[in-house]
Every structure is written in structure tokens, then in C-alpha cells.
């Protein structure tokens, strides 16, 4: 499982013309399912998003998580982060089909939730406008 966090100032995402999902200040989450991934890595993967210190304490340190500083996920599901770009039209065999992705996208959606964290989600295999006001610019990208 991959995932590209970046910390925002706001973020939504929208498929044709309507808002799915807006947030104010958190991550902007866009997770990649591999094809052999499992369960016990999409409750990894919550648990380091959600433990993820890249905010700024009183000291200017990034030392802080999301929790520290009440902000929210907003996860869009991006199979493309499994691009197999060895050729210029990139190959995408090692992204999990939907019948795998889909319950393994929304199980780090859950287990964000359970750790008391607003989510909000875009639409999985829609096209969909991301927006996002990059804070710092701070963006890790995130293997499990």
C-alpha cells in the first residue's frame, strides 16, 4: 500500500461538478491499493496517517500529529500510484483491481474513523478534480 500525504490548509475533491469531500486542515491522503496487499497493511497504513507528526509545535518543530491539532483525512483513492513506468505509457498490473482495492480503500477509511478522526472520501474509480492549499509545502509519501 502507498500513499501520498500532504499536509493542507484545506482540501476537496468533486466528480462531475459535485463536492464528495472538503476539509479544512489535515492531510490530503491519495492511497494506492497494490494487487497483493492485505487488511493488516490498510490498518498499518491508518495507523501511521493518523500518528504522523509533520505539524508545527510552538517551537516551529515539526513535532506534532493530526490529533494535536484537530485536523482532518481526506482519502481519494489513486490506483495510478502503481504506475510501471519503465516504458512512456505506464503499465498498471501491480494496482489491486477494484474487487480487492475497494474493501481495502475503505478499511483505512474505517480505521481512521475508529481512532476518532474526520474522513472525508472521494468516489472510488470516479474522475475526480482534486483541490488543495498546500501547508509548507510538507509531502511524504508513505509505504507499508
Known amino acids: 500500500m502507498r500513499a501520498v500525504i500532504t499536509r493542507v490548509s484545506s482540501a476537496s475533491v468533486s466528480a462531475g461538478g459535485e463536492v464528495l469531500g472538503r476539509i479544512g486542515r489535515g492531510f490530503l491522503v491519495l492511497l494506492g491499493v497494490h494487487a497483493e496487499d492485505t487488511e493488516a497493511q490498510a490498518r498499518k497504513m491508518a495507523e501511521k496517517i493518523c500518528h504522523l507528526r509533520v505539524f508545527e509545535d510552538g517551537n516551529g518543530k515539526m513535532n506534532l500529529a493530526l490529533g494535536d491539532v484537530g485536523g482532518a483525512i481526506l482519502i481519494v483513492s489513486q ?66
Open 79 to 144: 490506483f495510478t500510484l502503481y504506475a510501471d513506468t519503465r516504458s512512456r505509457r505506464p503499465g498498471f498490473t501491480e494496482a489491486a483491481r477494484p474487487e480487492t482495492a475497494i474493501p481495502l480503500y475503505e478499511a483505512v477509511i474505517h480505521a481512521c474513523r475508529e481512532r476518532g478522526f474526520p474522513v472525508e472520501t472521494g468516489r472510488f474509480g470516479a474522475d475526480m478534480a482534486v483541490e488543495s492549499c498546500n501547508d509548507g509545502p510538507v509531502t511524504i509519501i508513505m509505504e507499508v
